[in-house]
């Protein structure tokens, strides 16, 4: 809460940055104006090339890629198109941070790219990385014990399931070994709903549970 990042609220996982939240709350716990959002990671380009990222929000915003400001307009317009170029290997990971707050009023943001070979699109969560990832970071994370969070088959061929004694999931979010997400669902997570793997390649892979005290557990499953 606070358009300055004064107050903080909430930290989740999200796939992309494409959202209409119109006069709502982005989320509980946060008000309806006068807030502020900072997303971080990591962004690796498909192709080499000069890339252009394109920014609409209500309010201001600014975009960081590889340290380098690329975008700044912290102002208190609306829907508005901002765009910002830089130059991206193939297969390099690079940081990139984006910061938006919002006054009163309509709220919404989205950000694109294109380059030559990459027509233009909003950016999808297969180019993301999660922040600062490391499996020793993970594995760091405080897990509930196995009668309060169980993953099953593990190891799994196709279809993944969660038991979490009856809490209330608020997002699942499956990432490789790089931090590559794979697999990100908030939206209304049923449990007894089967998480479909059978595309994911072989090996071990992390599960990232958030539930509706905002606590993060994380496990451990091999997919066969």
């Known amino acids: 809460n606070g358009t300055n990042f004064e107050n903080p609220v909430l930290q989740r996982i999200?796939?992309?940055?494409?959202?209409?939240?119109?006069?709502?709350?982005?989320?509980?716990?946060?008000?309806?104006?006068?807030?502020?959002?900072?997303?971080?990671?990591?962004?690796?380009?498909?192709?080499?090339?000069?890339?252009?990222?394109?920014i609409k929000s209500d309010n201001g915003r600014r975009v960081?890629?590889?340290?380098?400001?690329?975008?700044?307009?912290?102002?208190?317009?609306?829907?508005?198109?901002?765009?910002?170029?830089i130059y991206l290997e193939a297969g390099k990971k690079y940081d990139i941070k984006v910061e938006y707050f919002e006054e009163v009023g309509g709220a919404n943001i989205k950000l694109e790219w294109a380059s030559s070979q990459t027509p233009r699109e909003?950016?999808?969560?297969?180019?993301?990385?999660?922040?600062?990832?490391?499996t020793s970071g993970l594995e760091q994370i405080p897990s509930l014990t196995?009668?309060?969070?169980?993953?099953?088959?593990?190891?799994?061929?196709?279809?993944?399931?969660?038991?979490?004694?009856?809490?209330?999931?608020?997002?699942?979010?499956?990432?490789?070994?790089?931090?590559?997400?794979?697999?990100?669902?908030?939206?209304?997570?049923?449990?007894?709903?089967?998480?479909?793997?059978s595309n994911i390649a072989r090996g071990m892979y992390f599960l990232v549970v958030l539930n509706s005290q905002n606590e993060k557990v994380v496990s451990k499953f091999v997919k066969q």
């Open 146 to 197: 196995k009668d309060e969070l169980i993953i099953y088959p593990n190891p799994v061929v196709s279809k993944l399931y969660i038991d979490y004694n009856n809490k209330t999931v608020k997002s699942v979010t499956i990432a490789n070994s790089d931090g590559r997400i794979l697999y990100y669902n908030d939206n209304s997570f049923n449990t007894n709903i089967p998480i479909d793997v």
């Open 64 to 85: 960081w890629i590889n340290n380098t400001l690329i975008i700044d307009k912290w102002i208190k317009d609306w829907d508005i198109y901002y765009s910002g170029t």
């Open 122 to 134: 909003i950016i999808s969560s297969s180019q993301f990385y999660l922040p600062n990832f490391t």
């Open 14 to 54: 999200d796939n992309e940055i494409n959202f209409d939240w119109k006069d709502l709350s982005p989320a509980a716990g946060i008000n309806p104006d006068y807030y502020s959002v900072r997303w971080t990671g990591s962004i690796e380009a498909p192709h080499t090339d000069t890339y252009t990222f394109y």
